[in-house]
């Protein structure tokens, strides 16, 4: 998988506007994006990232394959497209999908690309970035085509019930601890042991899988920062970077969500299949 217009360790070859807006000096201003490719019969795609009309800053990431996800990355507030190709076709060729969405100061984004193929779309979701003092919060993504409708328990709290493919619940709130995942459906189930600690966020992500279903846990946010985490060391998640020093109290910020909507990529991770 190649990563270009990236950050951190993949800075050479950077486009213009991932520069621009991945600097340590990233500003109070900033909202946060990621894109996730969710879509279980599409194959693997080249992302387009740029601001509205202006396809020569785009940021690129190739061989992009169900399950995988970037982290979050700073995006100036503004219109953005994101252009959806075959891995591999020319930047000229027409795009699978294109979509333009909004990014707003101080909130998190992710969008997701779903539907089979034929039919691609996008979902933006906005994510959240601050808890109830002492709690955690979750939702669940369901991205599953082999089975229709899921549904997903973590200990003795229902986070989703029959949710249908490309469909997220709101975040519930819910009692820090480590407690199983479970996903019921008519065909298949499957469970992973999942920590939840006080002060988080994440999204349950359901997937596909050769035997099944998989379960990803992604970590949307941890404690009040002025920027989403990034993501866990397990599923859905990726490393943002820390940000600058002497920050604006993510608390004097409203608390808004997550869009993946990337002017650069801090990296790429496959999903992975082991408790978090």
Do not use: C, N
């Not at 990233?26 to 879509?39: E, F, K």
């Not at 920050?247 to 408790?275: E, K």
């Amino acid at each position: 998988m190649v990563l270009v217009g990236g950050v951190a360790g993949f800075v050479a070859g950077a486009s213009p506007v991932a520069a621009a807006s991945s600097t340590a000096s990233a500003t109070a201003q900033d909202g946060w994006v990621r894109i996730a490719h969710l879509s279980p019969q599409a194959p693997a795609m080249d992302m387009y990232l740029y601001p509205f009309g202006d396809p020569e800053m785009a940021t690129v990431l190739r061989d992009v394959a169900y399950g995988d996800v970037s982290a979050y990355m700073a995006l100036s507030p503004g219109q953005y497209t994101v252009a959806m190709r075959g891995f591999g076709a020319p930047a000229s060729s027409a795009p699978a999908l294109t979509t333009s969405f909004m990014v707003s100061a101080h909130t998190a984004y992710t969008l997701a690309a779903l539907g089979p193929d034929p039919g691609l779309r996008v979902a933006v979701l906005q994510d959240q970035m601050t808890t109830p003092m002492g709690r955690a919060l979750v939702r669940v993504f369901q991205a599953s085509l082999r089975e229709p409708t899921v549904t997903v328990t973590y200990g003795p709290d229902v986070l989703a019930r029959q949710l249908a493919f490309g469909s997220a619940t709101s975040y519930i709130s819910v009692l820090p601890g480590t407690h199983m995942v479970r996903l019921s459906a008519s065909g298949a189930d499957a469970s992973m042991r999942v920590k939840l600690a006080a002060d988080t966020v994440h999204t349950i992500v359901v997937l596909d899988d050769a035997s099944g279903l998989r379960i990803d846990a992604l970590t949307d946010a941890v404690g009040s920062q002025i920027m989403p985490s990034g993501g866990a060391d397990t599923g859905l998640g990726g490393t943002a970077p820390r940000p600058p020093a002497s920050p604006v109290p993510w608390l004097l910020l409203v608390a808004a969500g997550v869009a993946l909507t990337a002017a650069g990529f801090s990296g790429l991770r496959r999903p992975a299949r082991t408790a978090v």
